[in-house]
């Protein structure tokens, strides 16, 4: 009884070897995907939630409502979060049309 081992033919080889590497690939992805998700959660917990006090701001010419919010938001803040709560808070019909002369209620967050 002599057996002979048993043997592949090299194309049976290679796509082995690519289904291996493509599995390590996706399986580094699926880590990269999930640590990144991990990290934004985290940081999100760290937000404050309440305004510690509210700025009350006169807009001056030129003032737009997109260079009023990046002065007041902090690195704590998502950008787009706390401009929502600027429009909703001072009931902005149009966010893009705030008049010189006017006041905007800014909440303050540390």
Not at 37 to 50: C, D, I, R, V
Request: aromatic share 10%; proline share 4%.
């Amino acid at each position: 009884m002599n057996r002979k081992a048993k043997t592949y033919p090299v194309c049976v080889k290679v796509a082995r070897r690519r289904r291996i590497v493509l599995l390590g690939a996706l399986s580094l992805l699926w880590l990269f995907v999930l640590l990144r998700g991990a990290a934004g959660m985290l940081s999100y917990a760290n937000a404050p939630t309440q305004p510690s006090s509210y700025v009350q701001l006169e807009i001056a010419s030129g003032d737009t409502l997109d260079s009023i919010v990046t002065d007041y938001c902090n690195d704590k803040l998502d950008y787009r979060s706390f401009k929502r709560e600027v429009v909703q808070l001072n009931h902005l019909m149009d966010k893009d049309n705030i008049h010189t002369g006017s006041y905007l209620l800014i909440p303050v967050y540390e």
